[in-house]
């Protein structure tokens, strides 16, 4: 179910942005301060931001459940901090970098880099009706907890699996998680058994941030979300600069069936987030200048989002949190002279790609893999998909702001204007390495091969995706591999390529996103053999699979290329640089060896806002306007 | 020479006035009555021409594609007719109709289009006119239980919400590339068909049950069952002929609602492919666009209305025609007074042709 979410993530935030987005940069600024942002610039304190979006979250804000990008951004900047956080801000003003948010300091670490120690503020105190409580090392294993324990089912518990006795507490073998540690009330010792150099990333995640204890229960060990296995996302404590509406009416010391949730959140209707009074006071914030008196945010499922792009226009919309904008809307925005300042397009920190998979005929043969590299016109399918604005046109897997521009330029299948196979010299390249093919018997670089012949194709329904799958046929039909393509609703489609022994040879909507910063999120389950799945299988290439997989699955290939999982592993001890550095070699190794995917693009995030907005900010860890920046102008 | 019209039927030659005066009259066949009276109607001879114009923009569609706008393939993306945007470009000298939402020649799609159209309309009125008109015979003819069977089957597909249940069955049967029914129903143009005419034959076949109540205790069965004609030749060669008019009125008034259906079909997603060009394809694709893009709904629009504005003119002239006791209808002041003119003038002939064998047996 956690890779799951994940795509649900992925649907809500890459493939919306694919669905209908269009516009150009030249209107708009790109970048982490727009035309109304001016980096040192004194704002207007106050205000209530009105944001509109046509979907919910997906756990009602559970954070221990929640694994959607959506939330992660109300968390950051509004709800919850941690001890380590981002200051909301983009790729130039290291928005992909960490800094202390709770802890007073950065984490120390062993020097077997075994143990981090995180040193924590003092005197910062919860939300109300917890204001008199203040954070302590505790209420971190507390969060912890809940995130191992099996009935909260949380959603990405195992990035936690590489902290001592995470697992064991899991699996009710301990009562505590052995390898944590108050070691005081300000002190707090991580012990993980392997070097986890992203162990920060980690901690910074919403599943990480503190849970209070319940005072009137100080014995619970789950503080104030004992007994609310299902629903602590409605009674959620605030530690961020603001809290629900209404926060400070729950009442903890009675029993839970009789606890009443805060008014400002009603699932799939509004959200309605107010100053966190104790934020105020404690004054310990140096990453969220939180200007906003208020944010209210209209949550309308099923509703035209076109329609409240216009209203954004009419500055009765002032965001739309979480999508795209729709081709007709961008184009408007970025070229009425009254409109271009309020439209931007930003880094993403997704991809998309085309999965084959390395086990099945033809693509069982990575000359064929590479020819299809070499055939798909990856300019074509983002003019598709919404042109320039939609992404960059990508020659590899992983997103560039995680490789430090390390592989800029690389691009080992280039054709013309990356035309593929629609550019003569592009034909040329992919015939001459089908020509390489055992599936291609007489060498004229066009697979004659019955496995050729109507390969299975999975991919969405929709306009976009539809055109785009029949462009990517015709590419490929040009060196003989003929798809059989078939188009299914969202949830059959990742239902069908979850599951390995459906043996899907090549599916064409492929998409990742980051969970944090880290180029560890890329491959750990898309591309590592080891994490292959019986379910909710996120390695549709089957990629790195050993032969007890493949012969698990009934595939009737036996063994396939393992290099990428051993440079997967070396990469996953590093830390700093060398990290960095041995993520780009695993990314050629991919490419170039392993093939098990074609690159078509690192994905743009678009985003309009009302003019009433006065300091545009884009949160690059989050792909998202990041409220904790943003202020109103003066007189709004 | 005089001439007697004679709105002839089954049930034998209308009876002149005076038999012995028609004597060397010329008699007209059924047919050259119909026909007749159907060219009196000008709309539905326009529709008639709509309907070959239709039908020859499908056939001629691969012949336009390649020698008239020189691209021959419907599918192929014109990258350059889309903008920065992947919003589509409007008609120019080289794309007449402008590019549709995936940057393919909406000329080509529309042409190709009406290809679709008229197949998922012809295959699938046929498959429902062919279960109908049987059902309908059969319960007609039959009578008592197998009546009161296929009559109440006929209630309950009529009280199915025909439009959700061919969504869930398209929805069903289409995703799965092996289909339904062992391969039976596959996704595609055919399943479109499948699913129209299993949930529209009712309509038809209660046509057809009345018809045949009627016509069931005429003499003419009655004759053909004393000199020994067994249930299935009275029925389908008795009976049958005689509901030849109603059906074909009928299923001229079905192809423009199934051509309807399958592009509500196609507008909703269930549909023929993308590959597949069809009108209510292109008007869903079109559907978030068309304020920006008018030209994507237009032309799809313009040619799925004058399809089915034809057929349906089509059919109402057809029913016309083919009604014996009802007149086609008069469009203006000139054609009212033709009609009127020709009524006195075929008056004065029966007159004078009834006046002339009673001056013949002479009165002293």
Redo the contacts between chains.
Sequence with gaps: MRRYAKWLALVAVLALTAA?????DEGGETGPTGATGETGAEFQQGGTLNVWMDTDVTAAFDPQKEYFQVSFAFYRCCLLRTLLSYNGKGPDEQGDQLFPDLAASEPTVSDDELTWTFTLKQGIHYAPPLQDVEITAQDFIRAMMREATPEVAAGYGFYYSAIEGFDDYSAGKADTISGMTAVDDYTLEVKVTEPTGDLGYRMAMPAAAPIPPNPDDPEAPLGVAEGHNDDYGRFLVSSGPYMYEGSEAMDFSLPVKDQTPAAGYEPNKTLSLVRNPSWVESGQDDLRPAYLDAISVEICPGCDQ?VAEKKVAADEIDHIFANGV???N??MFSQDPNLQDQYFVEPGSGNYYIAMNVAVPPFDDVHVRKAVNFAVNK??WR????????GEIAGYFTPPGLLAGLLEGYDPYATPNSQGADTPEGLELAKAEMAQSKYDTDQDGICDAPECKAV?SVGV????A??S???IA?NLAAIGVEL??????NS?AYNKIFDPKNQIPISTFGGWLQDYPDAFTFYFFPMYGPNILDAYNTNYSMAGADPDQLEKYGYEVTEVDQALDEKIEECIATTGEERTACWADADKVLMEQVVPIVPLIFSNVEQIISSRVANYTYSLFDNQMAYDQVALASGA | MSKVVTDSTHEGPAVGAADGALAGVEGKTPWQLFWRRFRRDKVALVGLFLIGLMIFAALSAGFFAKNVVHHPDPNQFYFEMLDEFGLPLGPNAQFWFGADPAGRDLFIQVLYGARTSLIVAFFATGIEVIIGVVLGVMAGFFRGKVDTFISRSMDVVLSLPVLLLALGLVSACGLQPEGCLGGLIKPGLLLVSYVIGLFSWPYIARIVRGQVLSLREKEFVESARSMGAGNIRIMFKEILPNLVAPIIVYTTLLIPANILFEAALSYLGIGVPITTPSWGRLLADSSHIFDVAWWTMFFPGVFLLITTLAFNLVGDGLRDALDPRGQPPAYGKKERRRREKEAMEEAAELETMVAAPAAESGSP
């Design positions: 209908a987005c269009g516009g150009d076109e729709s081709a007709a961008a184009r300019e074509g003019r598709l998909g919404g042109g320039e604005t939609f299975l329904v929709g306009r976009v539809e055109a799958d029949a462009l015709q059989d393509v078939n188009s299914f609703d059959t």
